[in-house]
Structure formats: structure tokens, C-alpha cells
């Protein structure tokens, strides 16, 4: 019938219409898969990560790695002793540029976190773990933290045994791996470049000033003596390559213990130079172990910094930003000092 008829063709305009609506929405969840993935690719280099919440103590996820607000509390606490120590309470009211110095430690710390936790995401992937003997020092090194703590400490960082394993493992995994992709690296100090030496100098703004320290010398004054004249008291230093006016050093570098330059234009001043000391023998050890340990860390980085920038890292901001670094108490126990005594034997 007509109306029969009609009915099919009614349902039949319906089934159409639900069709199209399907089809659209399948390229809407295309299109946006696309923009989204297109982001990754030429934006972020990295896959989205999905928060499925930091939980109640949780700071920082990466990868299948967390970590918590205690470790955080725990480094600041350190870092505030330290930059109090050195400099007084009123270092907090300086500033780095134009950033308040509590929050510079604040990101300093925070890049600290950041880059143990994607070292540990690395090793995961470069399979390296802990020895059964750094097992055991970790164990040794969270038990020795914790007991050095009053009860009252442990409830105000939160502080528990379980955390400061995982902590002291994390730590000592990005250690693990630092030394595995360096220690086979073929790097060399020579005696030359390490060395430290010791040195005396005259310093003057014009050429006829310098000649008349010069004169000085010459009729056998005692060095320090027209030094002091000049410079005041600033009339010494220690010296290592790379740090002074390439003019100044290679006058300086040449000299032997108790020899005396001629005059130095250096940067636009003038100077006359006597050598204390052309090796410090144990300083000059030190530095070559520091020049060693920089340039295991700029090989380090060269390969390391790719991976981390491609690396997601979480941050619950709600719970950093309500950590105010000069209200931390301090900590009778320094982690790092734990660290190196049980981990860097």
C-alpha cells in the first residue's frame, strides 16, 4: 500500500541519516588523530602522556618511574644548608637575574629530579641494574639516613624507610649508567693543560705607570712590595688554563718558579708577572681529575640530552608550587653525604 510504502521509505531516510552521522564522526576521530599525532611528530617528538594521577605524595612521573615529594623536600633542605652555610640567611632575598634566589634552587632541583628519573628510564632500556653489592649499600645507606633522624623529622618530610630506598636506588641506577657510558671513553688531560701555578703580578693602567714599577724592580725592591704599592691587597693568584686573559696567561705559563715577566698589555691593562710556583703538584692532580670529570660529562651529554628531550616527564606543579623553600626545616643528615659514603667507595 501507499502508506506501507511510505513507512520504507521513511525508515530508509533514517538509516541514511544515521549512516552519514557515523561517517562523520569517524572522520572527526581521524582528523583529530591526525593533528594529534602530527603535534608529536613535528612539535613534541614524543608520545601524549596520560595522567592517571600522581597520588598523594606523588612529585614527578616519567616513563614507568615516579617520584615524591619527600625526595624533593630532601634535596632542598640540603641546598638551603649549604647556600646558608656559605652565605647567611639574607641569601634569600637575592636574586639571580630576575628570578628570586629560593626559586632558582627551587629549578635547580627540580632539573636535578628530572634528569635522575630519565637516566632511569635509559638504563631501563639499556638493561643496567645494581649489583647485589650496591643492593646492599643502598639498603645500608637508607637505613643509616633514616635512623639519623629524630621522629619528629621523619613526620615533617614524611619521611619513611620505603621512600628512601627507592630514592638511594634511583640515585644510584643514573650513577650506574653515568660510569657505564663513560668509563671506557677515551679522554686525555695532559700534564700541561691541568697544570695550576702560583703567581705574583703588578698591575698599572698605563704603559709609564708600569714602567715605573718596573724601575722599582730593577733597583731590587722586593716584588710584593710594589705588588701591595699598586694593587692593594689583590696582588696573588692561583691560576688554571682557560681562566685569564690569554695575554696574561701565556706570559704566566711561561715562567719558572722565580722568574719574572716583562711588562703585559693583557685586556687593556699592563702587568708584570712573577711566578710563585710553575706546579702545584696536588692541586694540579685535582684539576686534572676535574678536567676529566667535565669532559666525561660533556660526552655524557652529547648522548644523553637527545633521548631526554624526547623523554615525557609529569610534573605535579599544585604540590611543587606549595613547596616554600625557605620554610623548610633543616636536616641534621645530608643525603648526599650518605650517598657518597656508601655508593662511591
Same mark, same amino acid.
Given at each position: =500500500?501507499?502508506?506501507?510504502? *511510505? ?131 643502598? =639498603? ?46 677515551? !679522554? ?8 695550576? !701555578?702560583?703567581?705574583?703580578? !703588578? ?33 696573588? *693568584? ?33 702587568? !708584570?708577572?712573577?711566578?710563585? =710556583? ?16 667535565? *669532559? ?30 625557605? =620554610? ?18
Amino acid at each position: =500500500s501507499d502508506v506501507y510504502k *511510505r513507512q520504507i521509505y521513511i525508515w530508509r531516510q533514517i538509516v541514511k541519516k544515521q549512516r552519514k552521522k557515523k561517517l562523520i564522526a569517524v572522520v572527526i576521530v581521524a582528523l583529530v588523530s591526525l593533528l594529534i599525532f602530527g603535534y608529536i611528530k613535528f612539535f613534541n617528538g614524543t608520545f601524549i602522556y596520560i595522567s592517571t594521577g600522581f597520588g598523594k605524595d606523588g612529585l614527578l612521573k616519567t616513563g614507568n618511574k615516579k617520584a615524591s615529594v619527600m625526595e624533593a623536600d630532601i634535596l632542598l633542605a640540603d641546598a638551603k644548608s649549604e647556600y646558608e652555610d656559605l652565605f647567611g640567611t639574607d641569601i634569600w632575598n637575592q636574586s639571580v637575574g630576575d628570578v628570586k634566589f629560593d626559586e632558582y634552587v627551587k629549578e635547580q632541583v627540580k632539573a636535578k629530579l628530572e634528569r635522575v628519573y630519565c637516566m632511569n628510564v635509559l638504563a631501563d632500556k639499556k638493561g643496567v641494574v645494581l649489583s647485589r653489592n650496591q643492593k646492599t649499600a643502598v =639498603s645500608d645507606a637508607a637505613e643509616e639516613y633514616y635512623n639519623s633522624l629524630s621522629d619528629e623529622k621523619r613526620n615533617e618530610f614524611n619521611i619513611t624507610k620505603e621512600k628512601l630506598v627507592n630514592m638511594f636506588t634511583s640515585f644510584a641506577i643514573a650513577d650506574t649508567l653515568y660510569n657505564d657510558l663513560t668509563d671506557n671513553l677515551d !679522554i686525555e688531560v695532559s700534564y700541561d693543560e691541568a697544570r695550576v !701555578i702560583t703567581v705574583q703580578y !703588578i698591575c698599572a693602567d698605563t704603559l709609564e705607570d708600569i714602567k715605573k714599577a718596573q724601575e722599582r724592580l730593577d733597583n731590587k725592591e722586593i716584588f710584593y712590595v710594589v705588588a701591595k704599592d699598586y694593587n692593594g691587597e689583590e696582588y696573588e *693568584r692561583e691560576c688554571r688554563r682557560g681562566e685569564l686573559d690569554e695575554n696574561f696567561e701565556n706570559a704566566a705559563y711561561n715562567l719558572k718558579s722565580g722568574e719574572v715577566s716583562d711588562i703585559v698589555e693583557s685586556d687593556g691593562r699592563y702587568y !708584570i708577572i712573577k711566578c710563585n =710556583s710553575d706546579n702545584d703538584k696536588s692541586k694540579t692532580e685535582a684539576n686534572k681529575t676535574a678536567i676529566l670529570e667535565k *669532559r666525561k660529562l660533556e660526552a655524557f651529554n652529547s648522548e644523553f640530552e637527545s633521548f631526554e628531550a624526547k623523554q615525557y616527564v609529569e610534573f605535579n606543579n599544585k604540590a611543587w608550587n606549595e613547596i616554600k623553600l625557605t =620554610s623548610i626545616g633543616n636536616i641534621n643528615v645530608k643525603f648526599e653525604e650518605v650517598f657518597n659514603s656508601h655508593l662511591k667507595q
